[in-house]
């Protein structure tokens, strides 16, 4: 599977601390193999198919047949705000 990242998932990575970035980047990984052992749930808010929740991070993305399309990453508070 292929895993596409927003302008705005890639600029949130950026800024952060190399250890935060491998574990995000791990997190997103394991969505098409173990989506099932991860806290995903459909979203609600009807701007993505799905939120990956772990710790106070938060991954919104979709999932279009073979492409995983990050569209947002942000703590908790933050992520929701101007969807």
Same mark, same amino acid.
């Not at 979203?43 to 993505?48: D, R």
């Not at 710790?55 to 101007?82: A, F, H, P, S, T």
């Given at each position: 599977?292929?895993?596409?990242?927003?302008? !705005?998932?890639?600029?949130?990575?950026? @800024?952060?601390?190399?250890?935060?970035? &491998?574990?995000?980047?791990?997190?997103?990984? %394991? +969505?098409?193999? !173990?989506?099932?052992?991860?806290?995903? @749930?459909?979203?609600?808010?009807?701007? &993505?198919?799905?939120?990956?929740?772990?710790? %106070? +991070?938060?991954?919104?993305?979709?999932?279009?047949?073979?492409?995983?399309?990050?569209?947002?990453?942000?703590?908790?508070?933050?992520?929701?705000? %101007?969807?």
């Amino acid at each position: 599977m292929e895993i596409m990242f927003s302008k !705005q998932a890639e600029k949130f990575l950026k @800024k952060q601390t190399k250890q935060t970035q &491998a574990k995000i980047i791990e997190m997103i990984e %394991k +969505i098409p193999t !173990q989506s099932h052992q991860l806290d995903v @749930k459909p979203f609600q808010g009807g701007f &993505a198919d799905y939120r990956l929740k772990f710790g %106070k +991070i938060r991954v919104l993305y979709d999932e279009n047949g073979n492409v995983i399309d990050i569209i947002r990453i942000g703590y908790r508070g933050d992520v929701y705000k %101007k969807l």
